[in-house]
């Protein structure tokens, strides 16, 4: 059964570094999400991505996050200079369409010390 | 702005009886898809069933079945024979559909405990 695979798993960075959180969703989807959940919190959006292109973002993806596609597989979660507050798991979804169920990653840990 | 509500931080049941976590939600939208995941301690989310707002028929899937109620805005899970795999975290989720986004919103959670 198809599924989205993330990496790494864990994270580990010193506050100010640049990490890039990858992403492969399930081949025929066309729908892209990136989430956030702080340890014991709920689970918050951040950002969607269709086309090529941001559909829409949230508060906190400030200009510290993008994203991009670079060659039709992946799909990145890049925090140019990373903060304590940004210590959480990510998790990538994928959707075949946009008004369906969104298929999730198993998320990767990020450390920031 | 829509919002989901989950007012039980915490439940736990008896192997093989039957629990209800509760879900409530405020939208003005009229076309919207409901979910539950779960998440057990690996932390991967887990559809375990979706409910389209449009179906006045209430979702199951096998030992998962909603209580959909449209006009209450209330959508709870009930999980019967439970099972110690059962344990876990569960979020309700809302989706709006009448956009080009489609994100999730989500509660805050009922962490689940399956007692032996």
């Known amino acids: 059964e198809p599924e989205v695979t993330q990496t790494p798993s864990h994270q580990v960075t010193q506050m100010g570094q640049e990490v890039i959180l990858r992403c492969v969703p399930i081949?025929?989807?066309?729908?892209f999400y990136w989430y956030r959940q702080i340890l014991g919190q709920k689970v918050e959006f951040l950002v969607s991505?269709?086309?090529?292109?941001?559909?829409?973002k949230s508060e906190i993806f400030d200009d510290q996050f993008s994203v991009e596609r670079p060659d039709g597989s992946n799909f990145t979660l890049k925090i140019r200079s990373t903060k304590l507050e940004d210590s959480a798991m990510y998790f990538c979804?994928?959707?075949?369409?946009?008004?369906?169920?969104?298929?999730f990653g198993p998320g990767t840990r990020l450390t920031v010390l | 702005a829509q919002t989901v509500t989950q007012s039980q931080p915490e439940m736990s049941v008896q192997e093989a009886e039957t629990v209800t976590l509760s879900c409530t939600y405020d939208?003005?939208?009229?076309?919207?898809?409901l979910f539950w995941y779960k998440q057990p301690p690996s932390r991967q989310m887990i559809l375990v069933i979706r409910?389209?707002?449009?179906?006045?028929q209430n979702a199951t899937e096998n030992r998962f079945s909603v209580n959909f109620q449209k006009a209450a805005k209330s959508f709870s899970l009930k999980i019967s024979d439970s099972q110690l795999g059962d344990t876990a975290m569960y979020f309700c989720?809302?989706?709006?559909?009448?956009?080009?986004?489609?994100?999730?919103?989500f509660g805050t959670g009922t962490r689940l405990k399956v007692l032996a």
């Open positions: 979804a994928s959707s075949v369409q946009g008004a369906n169920e969104q298929f």
């Open positions: 081949s025929n989807h066309l729908y």
């Open positions: 991505f269709y086309n090529n292109e941001i559909s829409e």
């Open positions: 939208t003005s939208e009229n076309n919207y898809y």
């Open positions: 409910q389209e707002a449009y179906k006045q």
């Open positions: 989720a809302f989706m709006r559909t009448t956009s080009g986004t489609y994100k999730y919103i």
